[in-house]
């Protein structure tokens, strides 16, 4: 999956559950973000500035926590541990590798670590760096100073490259148990569950088989895949589409709707610029073109006769 830094991505499987969010993959969280919930991953867990994070966090590997941010529980980590400056935990930290913590950090309950424990220096290390080449200068060193300079350069653009699966969520998001706010697109994977009511300022998709147990307030477009059950209204100034056997508890109110004849609505239905009816035929014939126009429907069928 493309990493797209202005979209929400929830993976494949991942379940909202009453005090946890439970994924696979990386997790990482954008700056200044309202998390209402713990994280639970089999992969890494990597938190931004200024974030709160209201539960507790697990990681079958390392966690990364930057400066200013707030953990409400524990964290526990199978793999290596790094905070940033002022991060503060009101729970216990566990970890099986190495510890690396900055100036005023704050762990409650303690830690176990089984790795090796670094403090850092509360003076910033740009200073050392700043004294050690000030003497190269006084030294005549130029070269020296050179060499140094473009190693920084070509570190500081060195990126963690993340898990293929991931959870991501973008700066000044606000995950919570009854609201969230995103400012940006939402793209929601397979067979998953959310709980909460979100407030959209972009786009939303839905993947088939996810139960999402509260409404959606979209600012764009609305996509639901094929079993998809929505437990609230949904409300778009963009159009909503609506695929087969997918069940919207509430109503839907819309620019225009779009809904499969195998599909159901519970509530009334809203639409600016009219409603349209498709049958699963006309919905597959009009996918066979787009793909054929895309030349992908030929590889598709070599794919269907592979498996």
């Not at 909503?240 to 195998?262: H, M, P, Q, R, Y």
């Not at 509530?267 to 126009?293: C, T, Y």
């Amino acid at each position: 999956m493309v990493f797209d830094r202005k979209t929400l991505v929830i993976p494949n499987n991942t379940k909202f559950e009453e005090k946890n969010i439970v994924t696979n993959g990386d997790v990482v969280i954008g700056d200044r973000c309202l998390i209402q919930f713990g994280i639970k991953t089999d992969g890494r867990i990597f938190i931004g500035e200024h974030v709160i994070i209201d539960g507790n966090l697990d990681a079958t590997e390392d966690i990364r926590v930057d400066i200013f941010s707030n953990i409400g529980g524990s964290v526990k980590s199978g793999g290596n541990v790094y905070f940033g400056e002022k991060v503060k935990v009101k729970g216990k930290l566990s970890l099986n590798g190495d510890l690396d913590v900055g100036d005023s950090v704050e762990i409650d309950q303690g830690f176990e670590a089984k790795g090796w424990i670094n403090i850092r220096s509360p003076i910033p290390i740009v200073i050392y760096v700043f004294i050690y080449l000030m003497q190269l200068l006084k030294m005549g060193h130029s070269e020296e100073i050179e060499r140094i300079l473009s190693e920084i350069e070509e570190n500081d653009e060195d990126m963690i490259p993340i898990s293929e699966i991931f959870l991501f969520i973008p700066n000044n998001s606000i995950i919570g148990v009854q609201k969230s706010k995103i400012d940006y697109n939402v793209k929601i994977g397979k067979k998953t569950k959310i709980l909460g009511n979100y407030d959209i300022k972009g786009n939303i998709f839905i993947e088939e088989n996810t139960i999402f147990h509260g409404s959606l307030k979209v600012i764009g477009d609305v996509f639901c895949d094929k079993k998809v059950k929505i437990q609230g209204n949904i409300d778009s100034s963009g159009n909503v589409k609506i695929e087969d056997e997918t069940n919207i508890a509430g109503k839907i109110s819309a620019e225009k709707i779009f809904l499969s004849k195998t599909s159901s609505v519970n509530g009334e239905l809203f639409a600016k610029n009219g409603i349209s009816f498709k049958s699963p035929s006309k919905i597959q014939a009009e996918e066979k073109v787009e793909r054929f126009e895309k030349d992908t429907d030929i590889v598709d069928e070599v794919d269907n006769l592979l498996e």
